[in-house]
């Protein structure tokens, strides 16, 4: 989760906290312009294609989520 | 009577939804990923709403800001708070509460209508679904079919902020009359059929998206509404359940769309009549993609403001290479150009002039700012900043806004055309071309570029391979490499940020 998080703080610098929010959007704590530079920061790091059934708006919420969905696709 | 023949006759959108709704009651007029509303269900919810919003003493004229919640619930409140007389203000839904203070005030709303209430509470509130709460029943409906058709085309339906990256927003007063022109412009310019169902994932709260609504709901055709491209699964399942056969998209959103579905969009092709842009220049790259993954769909650019929306369209798919062409004017919009002296000019690709457009789209002006609309306007024409020609055929091309062009000693240079042709050299993920202040020539070109991933190129190699593609004068001075280009969310560049 920690090597996740440094990911995500390379894709979208700005946000300072991945741990608290549960709702990402929902909190404005990323938009979808964000969204696209995680998915080519988790692309580029974990080498894998996220499929376009995964872009679903629930396994962009939290930390947790983001995991579960590149676990799933790893 | 065609339905073209209709639209001609209609004063306001709410006119057209309430004919619409005796003429095909049972035909989708809107839907977003929680439920479908038909012409007839929509009507009925319009004028129930608008008959609340009556009882509880709102008149004539009231301005009434509405937030975008991006679904059949906006629809059916915009619709109302029109039938009603009253005024609507779209406000984006990820707004600042600073600009939701500003807005309200100069506007002196005194409703204020969205999915939550805002904290500072002062002004009177609506959740936006009490939109869908109450379907008027028979007798309300006749009364608001008749005060639809009574709306003349002269009455103010809204007012559109600019979002404004400096400074004051700019409100923009559009009549019915203007809503009915614009959308005119638009079935035009796609050549929209009635049977044509229209993805809008972009938002509402933007005079782009509202115009498509609005053009769909002239023409008794159908919309499906969404927020957003970026979850693509629901885009395309949204897409199938309605079986859809036209996308209304920003380049921002379709940029978003070529990078995370380029396969599933291409797989569309056959059911898809069209897709429409707008609201910004589309990267050329963007354009070329999208031709290869969509040969056989029409794909229009579309040229326009809030001030004087849609007034040309081009098919940018028809095999012919124009570059920096923004396509014919429509029917309702006529061109001219002035010098900068003021002073009418006959435009030429030598000596471009400023564009400025005549017709029933254009706003009547800006709301309580009269020192701006003595610059919006040169002898009843809405000016622009963009400087341009129209050919022999009735083409007009565009060299770009009127401070972007470059003055290289005394020759004008298209940022446009540098910007195209640096895009094509492969590694080059797109470009800004901005002036750079000169001594000897006044002005010169400078080019920020930003490469595609794992492309390596110095601005040495950029300058080489441009001098293949353009005149001397023509080839930036200087190349700056950015990671990515400042623009607005709409996906316009910002050039100020620029220079």
Redesign the interface.
Known sequence: MDELENVLRTAVPKVKDWRTSQNYLED?VI???D??SM??EIS?HYDIDIP??????ENFCSLQSIYDMIQRIL | MTDTQKGANMHSIIQAVAHWSAQTPDTLCAADSRRALTYGEMFRLAAGFADDLISSGIREGDRVVLRNSQDTAYVAATLGIQLAGAVSVPLEK?VAEARIREICESTDAVLYLAARPWEEGKLRQMKISEALQHEADDAVCAAMRERAEQIPEGKMAEILFSTGTTGKSKGIVLQSGNNIAVAQNIIEGVEMKKENVELIPIPLSHSHALRTLYAAMLNGSSVVLMD???????V?ALMEKYQVTAIDLVP?ALA?LL???PD?LSSWDDRLDYVELGSAPIPEGDKAMLCRLLPGTRLYNFYGSTESGRTCALNFNDGVVRRACIGKPVSNASCEFFGSDGKRIEASAEHPGVLAWRGPMNTPGYFHDEEKNRELFRDGSIITQDLAYQDEDGMIYMLGRQGDVITCGGTKIAPTEVEEAADSIPGIAETACVPEADEMLGQVPKLYYVLE?GANLTGQDIDEKLRGLLEGYKVPRTFVQIDRLPKTYNGKIQRNKLK
């Open positions: 404005g938009d979808s312009i969204i696209i998915v080519s580029d376009s059934e995964e872009m679903e708006a | 990820n957003g491209v970026v979850f693509v699964a629901k395309f921002a978003m990078k995370l579905a599933q991933d």
